[in-house]
C-alpha cells in the first residue's frame, strides 16, 4: 500500500515555473514506477511524465517535453515536477500516481493516487 500526498501547486503567470513534490509513505515506495497526470476542467486526466523505478529513464507526454522535468528521491519518499516555461494550457489538477509496472502511461496501471494540487497559469 502507498499513500500519495501532493503540494507546490499554486497561480502563475505565464512563462513562469513551479515544482511539485509528491511525498509517499510506505517501505516500498522505490519498487514503484511514479507518474504525473493532470485533468483540466471539462477533459479526460492525461498522462504528463513518469519515472521508472531506479530513476534511469524518464518519459513525457509530446506537450510537456523540454519543459518539464520529473525526478525523484528514493531516501526521502518523494517525486518531483519541475515546471518551466509554463502556458495557459497546462492548467489543470495535477495527481501523482504510483505503479508496480516499470514503464507506462496507461491511467489503468496505475494503483495509488494522491488527492491533486491545483495549477493555474495566468496570462
Known amino acids: 500500500q502507498v499513500q500519495l500526498g501532493e503540494s507546490g501547486g499554486g497561480l502563475v503567470q505565464v512563462g513562469g515555473s513551479l515544482r511539485l513534490s509528491c511525498a509517499a509513505s510506505?517501505?516500498?515506495?522505490?519498487?514503484?514506477?511514479m507518474g504525473w497526470f493532470r485533468q483540466a476542467p471539462g477533459k479526460e486526466r492525461e498522462f504528463v511524465a513518469a519515472i521508472v523505478w531506479g530513476g534511469s529513464m524518464t518519459y513525457y507526454a509530446d506537450s510537456v517535453k523540454g519543459r518539464f522535468t520529473i525526478s525523484r528521491d528514493d531516501a526521502k519518499n518523494t517525486v518531483y515536477q519541475q515546471m518551466n516555461s509554463l502556458k495557459p494550457e497546462d492548467t489543470a489538477v495535477y495527481y501523482c500516481?504510483?505503479?508496480?509496472?516499470?514503464?507506462?502511461?496507461?491511467?489503468?496501471?496505475?494503483?495509488?493516487w494522491g488527492q491533486g494540487t491545483q495549477v493555474t497559469v495566468s496570462s
Open positions: 510506505g517501505r516500498t515506495f522505490s519498487s514503484y514506477a
Open positions: 500516481a504510483a505503479t508496480p509496472t516499470w514503464r507506462t502511461d496507461k491511467i489503468y496501471e496505475y494503483d495509488f
